[in-house]
């Protein structure tokens, strides 16, 4: 609660501007550097196995949260997970595995460890992860532009474009970054001051990424976001590579979701 008041209160673009500065990309933070150079003939970093909150308004470098973010090590991820430890690095282990290589692969690689070590399945933990495994489950991207940034009739031709490069091959990122350019445009913060400030924002913004079943569509840990509910159902019916444009009339907005990877368990 203390968190959310006090991120309620930076409203000001120069509160902004700060929380850009401080943020500390994946390349720089030495702990996340450690991390994706680490190989199996190494023990795993103390430092990741400790769960880590600073609490406040502004996350720390150190945080679990943000280095299990920043973490693109397969490998160190499935060994954190058979580790005994924590169990919301744990949970941050799994939830970074399954949006680093999605459904598909984490699944039918825990399966295999489950099948070979049985004994595993003793931890409630390992028994939820295999309980997820059974059921169906999507890893989307999304895009989003709200109506009072543009007409619904302007958001649905800019969608379209935006599918269409996408059907043509065009990597997901490489359409995101083009689309933010295109429809950058500047505006002027005053601050509490009275002075004024000339920031930019973009109409086409980033929902980021889900991880989505009929029992979890969060973004938790790694963001505090929620799916509309209405979607989950049309999106767990997508199939990897889909292109589905969908309506949350709650926020006033259009969402187009790229599904990256659709998975169905085993019979």
Not at 4 to 11: D, E, G, K, S, T
Not at 95 to 107: E, I, P, S
Not at 132 to 159: E, K, N, Q, W, Y
Not at 167 to 176: C, I, K, P
Request: with cysteine; proline share 4%.
């Amino acid at each position: 609660m203390g968190r959310a008041i006090c991120m309620l209160r930076l409203v000001f673009a120069v509160a902004i501007s700060v929380a850009i500065a401080a943020f500390v990309f994946a390349e720089e933070n030495p702990v996340i550097a450690q991390a994706n150079a680490w190989t199996h003939d190494q023990p795993i970093p103390a430092e990741l196995l400790a769960f880590r909150d600073s609490n406040g308004c502004f996350s720390e470098p150190t945080d679990t949260y943000v280095v299990f973010d920043g973490i693109t090590n397969y490998d160190l991820l499935r060994a954190i997970i058979l580790q005994r430890g924590d169990e919301r690095v744990f949970e941050c282990a799994v939830k970074r595995a399954l949006l680093l290589v999605g459904r598909t692969r984490f699944f039918h690689d825990i399966r295999e460890v489950y099948a070979a070590t049985p004994q595993l399945l003793s931890q409630p933990r390992h028994r939820a992860v295999h309980a997820r495994s059974t059921l169906a489950h999507v890893l989307v991207d999304g895009l989003f532009i709200d109506d009072g940034d543009m007409p619904r009739d302007g958001a649905d031709a800019v969608f379209a474009r935006i599918a269409a490069d996408l059907r043509a091959g065009v990597a997901f990122d490489a359409v995101q970054k083009k689309y933010w350019d295109a429809y950058e445009y500047a505006y002027t913060e005053i601050l509490s001051d009275g002075s004024k400030v000339t920031l930019h924002r973009t109409r086409v913004g980033n929902y980021g990424d889900f991880v989505i079943s009929e029992r979890d569509h969060s973004a938790r840990p790694f963001r505090s976001a929620d799916l509309p509910e209405q979607h989950v159902r049309p999106l767990l019916s997508g199939r990897t590579g889909d292109i589905i444009i969908l309506r949350d009339e709650t926020e006033h907005r259009s969402i187009l979701y790229r599904v990256r990877d659709a998975y169905s368990p085993p019979a």
